[in-house]
């Protein structure tokens, strides 16, 4: 019998991450600091809405862009937060999460045999997408002494004729780095002059904890060839909803509805009505829950340089990505046998990338009490390490 399975899905490397959840899941008294989800349930006011829509009996297909009135709130909110203004009939439409709108948007946009430049460490997504529409994905190292950002050098150093497109992943997962509004002019001039289109990932824009976020979308010559991404997930707790979205030009976005016409039909409808409760009034618990993590931030941030662990400042999402060079272990080795000796979970570097090894990603996005349990151990761990 012929092979049955396609030659480029074979090459694609399964997530580093799901590893190590598999392992805490089967084993008593552990502690995971490794998941990228909210601890906070969805707002009462949020699930409420989304209990109305049932009881109402909303139940059916919507317009395969998305409830015309969770549009224009989006429309709304990137206005109101980004500064850029979007058509809601034909610049926005609605996923099903933010991953669902990356694909699309690379579909959509790439050829085979273009370039598709990924900062890395980054989410586990971008490569896979890239490979998966035959494009050839092409790494951006990011350096800890340049706090995990991508600077107009590296930039310039990684385009080739061939590129067509960069991805923005801030702020950052796993390394919780921001770009900062001077950085943002510098990569969108190198943009402009280049002719590169930029698919920007803006899940945490919500979470930032220096100054504002800013969109490179919002740069001089930038909309026209910026993709926003965005969702509900992390901002309103709202990971198991399955919500997302894009806002591009009505050109680009009228060929990603097209795919999402085709593999994915519309988004829930439930929670579609509930995330529009969630852009009208959701503003509250955003700043609640950011307040929360910021405070967690900077409680592990201290925990882990008393500990005699370098760490970078982070300012975005809820990610530290601590350095574990001096322990002369890979990245995995140390989390296997912290795994192991402590019970705690945290994800290897390398599961966001080959420059992600030395490095570690701890999530904050626990309670406080479980941080202090978790990180005791932790302690426990490196001093043993250090003797």
């Keep these: 019998m012929r092979d049955p399975l396609s030659e480029v899905i074979k090459e694609v490397k399964p997530s580093g991450i799901r590893k190590f959840f598999d392992i805490v899941s089967e084993m008593k008294d552990a502690i995971s600091l490794g998941v990228g989800e909210p601890d906070f349930d969805t707002p009462w006011h949020i699930r409420e809405e989304g209990i109305y829509s049932l009881e109402k009996g909303r139940t059916f297909y919507t317009s ?35 991953s669902e ?111 504002k976020h800013i969109s490179i979308a919002s740069m001089p010559g930038m909309r026209e060839r910026t993709v926003v991404i965005n969702g509900f997930s992390k901002a309103y707790a709202m990971t198991g909803w399955r919500l997302g979205y894009a806002a591009a030009p009505k050109e680009i976005l009228a060929q990603m509805l097209k795919i999402h016409q085709f593999a994915i039909m519309c988004a829930p409808t439930n929670s579609q009505y509930a995330a529009v409760d969630a852009l009208k009034n959701g503003d509250k618990d955003v700043q609640m829950m950011c307040e929360s993590y910021n405070q967690r931030r900077r409680f592990v941030v201290h925990e882990l340089r008393d500990m005699g662990m370098e760490c970078f400042e982070p300012y975005g999402a809820f990610y530290v990505f601590p350095s574990i060079k001096k322990f002369g272990m890979t990245s995995e080795e140390f989390a296997n046998k912290l795994l192991e000796e402590e019970k705690v979970a945290v994800v290897p570097g390398t599961a966001f990338g080959d420059c992600g090894e030395g490095f570690l990603r701890i999530s904050y996005a626990y309670s406080l009490e479980n941080l202090k349990i978790a990180l005791g151990r932790v302690r426990s761990f490196v001093e043993r390490l250090q003797k």
Aim: proline residues 5%.
């Design 64 to 98: 395969n862009a998305g409830l015309k009135e969770l549009k224009i709130e989006v429309s709304n909110y990137l206005k109101r937060k980004i500064n850029v203004e979007y058509d809601y009939n034909d610049e926005v439409m609605i996923t099903v999460g933010g």
């Design 101 to 211: 709108a990356i694909d699309i948007a690379m579909r959509a946009m790439v050829n085979p045999g273009e370039e598709v430049l990924i900062p890395q460490p980054s989410y586990v997504s971008y490569v896979p997408c890239a490979q998966l529409i035959y494009a050839v994905p092409k790494v951006i190292e990011l350096k800890e002494e340049n706090e995990f950002r991508l600077t107009k050098q590296e930039l310039l150093d990684a385009i080739t004729d061939k590129t067509k497109m960069l991805v923005l992943p801030f702020p950052n997962n796993p390394t919780g780095a921001i770009m900062e509004e001077e950085d943002l002019e510098e990569i969108a001039k190198v943009c402009v002059e280049k002719d590169i289109f930029v698919l920007s990932d803006e899940i945490y824009s919500e979470l930032t904890y220096k100054g």
